[in-house]
């Protein structure tokens, strides 16, 4: 059953957009509201998620919020992975989830959270739990990316 459709993935990483091409982002807020409408006119009800923005940036989403795209989105999603690529502490995750919801009354999914394999056991686990314990409760959807690092 499907639950939820995503629009777009890391719509403000330079790797899925790019900004040279479309600046202030009114071509991508442009899409995703045609997306989100279609979404809505084909399954009413089912939620439609803001892909998960990476940077977790809030001008970002106060951004998309003024060229009127979170009128056809029921949900914002962000992804972290504070113990291998992102400048923040673990600790950091009450912090950029707040950062978010002072900007949006909708829902924020973590649609990506992992620790990396390639290290000691220990580091993955502790991510793991301490991820768990910094966000259970506080966001009402926890995906997490992997298990295992992906194969080269």
Request: glycine share 10%; no cysteine.
């Amino acid at each position: 059953m499907i639950e939820a459709a995503m629009i777009w993935n890391e719509p403000n990483n330079k790797s899925h957009w790019d900004p040279e091409l479309d600046p202030d982002w009114s071509r991508f807020a442009r899409m995703g509201r045609i997306a989100g409408e279609a979404i809505g006119a084909e399954a009413p009800g089912l939620t439609r998620v803001l892909g998960g923005i990476s940077p977790i940036d809030p001008n970002f989403v106060s951004n998309m919020i003024g060229q009127g795209l979170f009128d056809q989105l029921d949900a914002v999603a962000v992804h972290g992975f504070p113990l291998d690529w992102n400048l923040w502490p673990i600790d950091g995750w009450p912090q950029k989830i707040d950062e978010i919801t002072a900007v949006t009354d909708l829902p924020v999914w973590v649609s990506e959270v992992g620790a990396s394999s390639f290290g000691a056991d220990e580091v993955q686990e502790f991510g793991l739990h301490r991820t768990a314990e910094l966000l259970i409760g506080r966001v009402p959807r926890i995906h997490w990316y992997s298990l295992f690092d992906l194969p080269q």
